[in-house]
């Protein structure tokens, strides 16, 4: 590996989030609020000490990049990052250091997990500076990193497949720079647009831009305890639903669809998939919400079944009813619901819809081919077949998804936290939802966990923002070995 091309992209990183942290800076000194030093000092740290980095470490064109070198810039990167983010919280006094660390990787992996109890008693730079790393994390700080630095110009390539992992990755510019500024350019189009229907639904101009950052990043922070239940508004929880499917939409189609080629992005198989997927929970969900007398009203119950099923199908996690409190079998539906996932190539978490559909047709080609041994049944996904490599990467990432619940619950479970918690937790920040059954998801029971816990969920919401194999292969003696 090399430790100048490492640090060289580590020191950007560093300078890029310090130059993103003199917004919160900037709006607390206009507020006056107070807050501005504890933003601006490690803002300004944060961006010499990048850029000195980054000039001391810079190099000719030709240098070679390992494959290695990749995996860790882009691990460090988000450690670092996190790091780095969780310093207004720590200085303003609003956590300690260990839960302003694992607020600031639930706010850069997306997953929403956090240890402030009341968002309304909260600094509102501190509300700003937290929504702003889910968005940030959102499309990924690599990614932005390539878009907006071409100087860079090494293992670009590598970078984005590792920091946004794709199972069926189809790219959408002949150079990657270009791709990243593509995919930017909608995010940034998203974000803009959601804020905007928020506004016009009635939310004030800090709420809006708040919300709209987390949606398009399917995060899921609120500036509200009861999170979008505390704005008991029709028209928001509208605008807030089609902003999380279209958040958990693979970006690639928004490029297809901006290009003219509709169809082929309409008649996308992952996509069609994913809204069945949400729609049939909706559905089931409004059924036995009625059915078993949860709600007296049919409208209603439709109304908070297609909310949350759009929410943690894309991994966001926001509220508009104490799902906790609904029926077993509505609840084992937003589990599984979680798990899935949101599309590829998009800012959700879980399994990802389209691993979930070419499993379920391997499976199916297996059955068949047990009555037909003979048959030649090719697997494939959008017209394309897809390589049989694939199809055992896909086996190995579901092995290795349910391995990881089973030893992160191990692991939690140790710290004499029950059974059903300590899986809930693991589970909550494998796929990047920060919520699951019981207490797990309340601020409360994130808090009250001893620091260690913290720091190895904190490890596992890394493990489920990189998709897992970008991390796990550091902890293999293979890639150690020179």
């Not at 559905?283 to 439709?302: C, E, H, K, P, V």
């Amino acid at each position: 590996m090399h430790i100048k091309v490492i640090a060289n992209a580590l020191g950007v990183v560093a300078a890029a989030l310090g130059a993103a942290m003199l917004v919160p800076g900037i709006f607390a000194a206009f507020t006056g609020e107070g807050n501005a030093p504890i933003f601006l000092v490690p803002a300004f740290a944060s961006i010499v000490g990048g850029g000195v980095l980054f000039y001391f470490t810079r190099r000719n064109e030709n240098t070679y990049v390992s494959i290695r070198d990749v995996f860790l810039i882009v691990s460090l990167g988000w450690i670092g990052v996190a790091a780095i983010g969780s310093i207004p919280f720590a200085v303003s006094g609003t956590l300690s250091p260990v839960n302003a660390f694992f607020d600031s990787m639930a706010g850069f992996t997306t997953t929403g997990a956090s240890t402030i109890l009341v968002p309304e008693d909260t600094a509102a730079s501190i509300l700003l500076w937290r929504s702003m790393s889910q968005w940030a994390g959102g499309i990924g700080i690599i990614v932005l990193f390539v878009s907006i630095a071409p100087i860079v110009g090494f293992g670009a390539t590598q970078l984005y497949s590792a920091e946004m992992p794709n199972p069926t990755q189809e790219r959408i510019t002949p150079r990657i720079q270009d791709t990243a500024k593509v995919l930017t350019y909608i995010y940034l189009s998203l974000t803009v647009g959601i804020s905007a229907a928020l506004l016009l639904a009635g939310m004030g101009l800090f709420d809006a831009v708040n919300h709209a950052f987390t949606t398009v990043a399917t995060g899921g922070y609120s500036t509200r305890s009861d999170s979008i239940a505390a704005f008991d508004s029709a028209p928001i929880e509208a605008v807030i639903i089609v902003g999380m499917i279209l958040s958990g939409t693979n970006f690639t189609l928004y490029f297809f669809a901006a290009q003219g080629r509709l169809r082929r992005a309409a008649t996308s198989p992952e996509l069609l998939a994913y809204l069945g997927i949400i729609a049939t929970g909706a559905l089931i969900m409004t059924g036995s919400l009625y059915f078993f007398d949860y709600n007296d009203s049919l409208l209603r119950s439709f109304r908070e079944a297609l909310f949350q099923s759009a929410s943690l199908s894309s991994g966001t996690a926001f509220s508009t009813a104490d799902w906790n409190a609904w029926d077993s079998f509505s609840q084992a539906i937003l589990m599984v619901l979680m798990a899935i996932g949101g599309c590829a190539g998009s800012t959700s978490g879980g399994i990802k819809v389209v691993r979930i559909v070419l499993l379920a047709k391997s499976a199916a080609q297996d059955a068949f081919r047990m009555i037909h041994p003979r048959a030649v049944t090719p697997l494939t996904m959008n017209g394309r077949v897809v390589p049989e490599r694939l199809r055992v990467a896909f086996l190995g990432f579901f092995f290795v998804y349910g391995a990881t619940l089973a030893v992160g619950t191990l692991l939690i479970a140790l710290h004499q936290v029950p059974l059903g918690s300590a899986f809930g937790a693991v589970f909550a920040c494998v796929n990047i939802t920060g919520t699951s059954l019981g207490p797990v998801g309340d601020p409360d029971f994130y808090a009250a966990l001893p620091a260690s816990a913290k720091f190895i969920l904190a490890f596992f919401m890394l493990l489920g923002r990189l998709e897992l194999f970008t991390v796990l292969v550091l902890l293999t003696p293979a890639f150690w070995r020179t």
